[in-house]
């Protein structure tokens, strides 16, 4: 069975910092880019960043020289570090394939709340 099991989020205050971890199983791994991306209430779900098999990453311009996107094609993992955050990354966290739905379906996510 594909899955896909976020873990990590929490209440983190302005100017903090926190790292999420994807974990994957029931398929290869490997052959995929994989990304996190992020739904905020009332907006749609965002790719907030991505990374080939090779390791070469891309951000959106909004979290770009703050978040940094790892995979560990091994360990079939893919965490997101977190820097500098701010009320506006406030948002429910989501990891699957770039482009989703190749990989297989979304997990539960992880909330993460940035406030004081």
């Known amino acids: 069975q594909v899955k896909l099991v976020e873990s990590g989020g929490g209440l983190v205050q302005p100017g903090g910092s926190v790292r999420l971890s994807c974990v994957a199983s029931?398929?290869?791994?490997?052959?995929?880019?994989m990304g996190w991306y992020r739904q905020a209430p009332g907006k749609q779900r965002e790719l907030v960043a991505s990374?080939?098999?090779?390791?070469?990453?891309k951000y959106g311009d909004s979290v770009k020289g703050r978040f940094t996107i790892f995979r560990d094609n091994y360990a079939k993992t893919v965490s997101l570090q977190m820097t500098n955050l701010n009320p506006e990354d406030t948002a429910v966290y989501y990891c699957?394939?770039?482009?989703?739905?190749?990989?297989?379906?979304w997990g539960q996510g992880t909330q993460v709340t940035v406030s004081s």
């Open positions: 029931g398929t290869i791994f490997n052959i995929y880019n």
């Open positions: 990374i080939t098999p090779v390791h070469s990453a």
């Open positions: 699957n394939s770039d482009p989703p739905g190749q990989f297989g379906p």
